[in-house]
């Protein structure tokens, strides 16, 4: 079997694997406090254009989320987000764990609009009750969303102003961060999320690592105390070095962009081949996560296979299903994609 | 200016006043373990015909709200709720600050359906990640709902049997519980509440006493322990007998029904003055909460007397209007208001 | 029985419950936006020479702890206190559950010194392990503590000064301030209070009210928003004008001090009658609580008339108990105890 | 430098990573639902003699103590843990973030008896005010203790008899739990742990693993829904295979075990190294954690070649320090220290 349900079924991109070994026995500072980490972090802020900012190294996705959270948000405040948010829909209520109400905006492809956004800081600022609701405190976006789409330069702009206007703060969850730096259609760089965003993290877990989320904060207020946030959420890992050995290989000589880029090419690949028999998407996008709509027949040859993620029931006959691609398919195995699929629709 | 805006603008009925006048320098036990707060939860239990339950009184809904879901769910569960429930808007995200999710259903008139909770939950069961998503645990309603509409007999049976089906606690906010049971269309009794709610509230802020709401809990499990939830939240009021001493009154004698019936002959006047006028509500009720839809003009003429409560804005000229009766309601002002309306309009 | 062992036995007084009737069928607005609250807060800020402050009113003295420290603390801070402090010991953990940690200090007689608050910030700030410590973030104390005891002028002065040095905001527990006001050892007037605490409350529950705490916020920062943060935490009082009338009566024309000196001038009588006869005391204090030592046999006799709270077992045949005089104690009470204390001693 | 300070300066045992590489671009189910993770468990099953318990990785120590807390007790409980528990000193408050407040034993030597726990849950039952007090309902023991010394099999049978008797859960936190297992003084077995736990955990971070802690659950109310808890708390790795093989290899042909007996000889020598000068211990232990007391002139000349921690100060020219071996420390680091140790005493 071909495992493209999604983009952490492997280990991690070689060059780590060697700088880990190499690396292994080592003695440093835990927590975080070892020259890897300062490498590290110094190299991702020259790749935002940010020498102010903060980088810290979680390890997952969800406790990222639930760490910049807590520190960002006083008890009365909620975040809003995409109805479709991974914090509002995949994270098991670790938000609200946190004391927190995920404040839903409908979200179009994904996305969501610094209309919405002024719009429900609006309502909630001329409800005479709004001190019987929820606050807006952030604003929460994911670049690439969970449908693989992209913010434009512009649209990310104009929630950056947005939030200034009705003091939020503005949080990207880049746990696909890569693939949308490499995507063709992209014209927002780290500097720019640097530059427009009070927090955001690069995700490392989907793009080479092992395991691994950095978080850049731009934001002064937010930096105060972070690490004794990180730890209170469990989040601060011993071995911190093993965070910085692996972000250090990946901000070294443009590794992460390459292994993304890598992924997008393969991408646009299986893409070509849908649409060449013109497959409808169940949304367009230009990043690492493909959504064709395939009948049920098409969808069980396929299972015997390739796996491949279920992501919504379109009709009697026909289901959408996620295609990922990532630093670590390889060239032969979308071939064979490409190939199955040509011959079967 | 003669408030119709809501049910909580005036202090208690006089019989309350007159026992806490009558009892005020006796010497009692402290937070809830007096003869009064017996006596009132005897009371309770015989209108209920559930001797095997328990009571517990506390000051406010919120506070009663946050409580019972703090006592009932562990933290990956969330609550199922009308998306326009108190819960969900204007209790600025309590359940939530107690770690909890509101997982909202799309209500009609207010209410939720057991194919709704039905279906959440099977949905939520059969999703491949569900380990990632908040657990239903708990089905959150209100009688009458936040819109004056009243669940049936059998709307309400529905909802329990899908909630024994789905191993949730059915709870149910009783606010305004006494204008629900005074409605000429209910059909549920106090006892119906009992038997068919893990736990539910009978609401004494609104319906005559100074303040207070009374929880009865049926469910075995969900009593143990209540007490110390009560206090962790802030809820054990230290002069308990307070609360007693209220719902003894409100209790004896029929009180609680007989000023609620007060409220709703009064709420079917001005109803019966709308429809003579053919002026159409934003939803149609039979409780003390009435939702025309007047235009601006009559509007601005009738808020230099009355203040109304907006409800929501309908067309370029319109808007609809929350009148509240209540126990406190005067003859003389609903005739007032009835008159200036079929002068108005 | 003679209730004294707590203050918080009867109603409340008098003039209280008669304004509480005159008022009652007035229509006010709702969540204290009624004229009562504001005229109650100005004499509060009046009595305070704190015109820049804020006053809220809530219900009890748990729930006014729990809605000051989420308002006040991020989630890593911690708030130092007295190891024998209320909400340590006797708040089902509110604190914790609010997701802050109490920081013990070993109390003497009650009371933290300014010395102890700057030793645990100097621990935390040298400790190399601080970021996986929680940071103190508060100092809370009671006046009068827990034990009667009062901080002087002078303590409390450096108590402040120590939390500006270590930027800590203090708060006090004013649940029995009036008791602490009104005793002839007593030198920090409403005015130190407001001057040197970041806020405070004034306790209305056991010292004349039905129930009622003010509290007194003179740190800007914590002025934010702390509407919602009550409303979130379940105290706001629908019908908050029930806190205004009752504060308006307690402060105007001095009837909060006057209440206040007649429970100190009565419980100074028993404690003359003690004294008389050598007993000793658990713990020296000159406000509303009393700590005499008496044998078994002693505590037996008066058990039977009189119901006083234990305190502690002091050896084989002794324990300490609390007498507490109130607002509400009757002359003739107190005379007949210290007849009986004389006859028994 | 050579560092002795801690057991977690190094990456992982050399095996650990050779099967890292080995399957670092197999194609696995990701949450730790892989076959690695249902060998390692069965493994660890086997181990422990407990067919019947349920194993769950998890990253970090922290995060395993709030999940296990988080899942385990009602709001209103608490976790009684010695003073110097690591969950109440280290972990930022954790524990209270979840809502929960630590119930602290005075330790003796890092220890809690079974009498103390017998009796605290004495003192809150026969306390009247026991509503107003968080409610024990968990044992939070570290096996080593922070100290490095061991509960008996006697006293830890006890402990269970005292949680059994009192409606407690017993955990037991083994961070280091190979090191006690493998010391000369130990009487408790894998299998012991399982039959007299409810729940405990085997450290992976600190013998031998990059990191990771292996969760084993007898109880089985405790079972129900974990991992929605795990994933609520942010710590479900997304390619839990990671920990799956890391365990496997530990738990393959005895490797955990004999890296732990390695540090403990290590450990050992160096413990004898000191007792030949008479030099005196902070505590007495068997385990790999060593606390000498000595001199600051000692410690200025150690502190040129190694790194210690400082553990207390003992008098004005004397600390305790801690000396750590692991599964990583060499023996020439140990002759080498052994040596200067010699010398300089």
Known sequence: ????NCDYNEGAHEKIMQQLLLTNMEQTAGYGCDEYCSRAKQLILEECKAPYAEVHFLTGGTQTNATVIAAALRP????????????????TGAVEAGGHKVLTLKAKE???????VGNACLAHINDEAHEHMVRPGMVYISQPTELGTLYSLKELTELAEACNKY??????????LGYGLASPENDVTLADMARLCDVFYIGGTKVGALFGEAVVITN???????????KQQGAMLAKGRLLGI???????????????????????KIRAALRDKK??????NSTNQIFP????KVLDILGKDYVLEYQARIDDTHSAVRICTSWATGEEAVEKLCHDLTDLL
């Open 1 to 4: 079997m071909i495992y493209f």
């Open 76 to 91: 009365h405040m909620g975040v809003l987000a995409a109805d479709g948010a991974h914090i509002n829909v995949h994270e």
């Open 220 to 230: 002064d207020t937010l930096k105060e105390d972070f690490r004794y946030i990180i």
């Open 293 to 296: 709509i395939l009948s049920d």
């Open 279 to 284: 497959i409808p998407f169940y949304v367009e």
């Open 110 to 116: 994904g996305k969501i609009s610094a209309k919405q």
């Open 167 to 176: 003091h939020l703060l503005l949080y990207a969850d880049g746990a696909r």
């Open 246 to 268: 692996q972000f250090q290989t990946l901000f070294k000589d443009g590794l992460y962009m390459e292994i993304s880029r890598h992924a997008i090419a393969l991408a646009e």
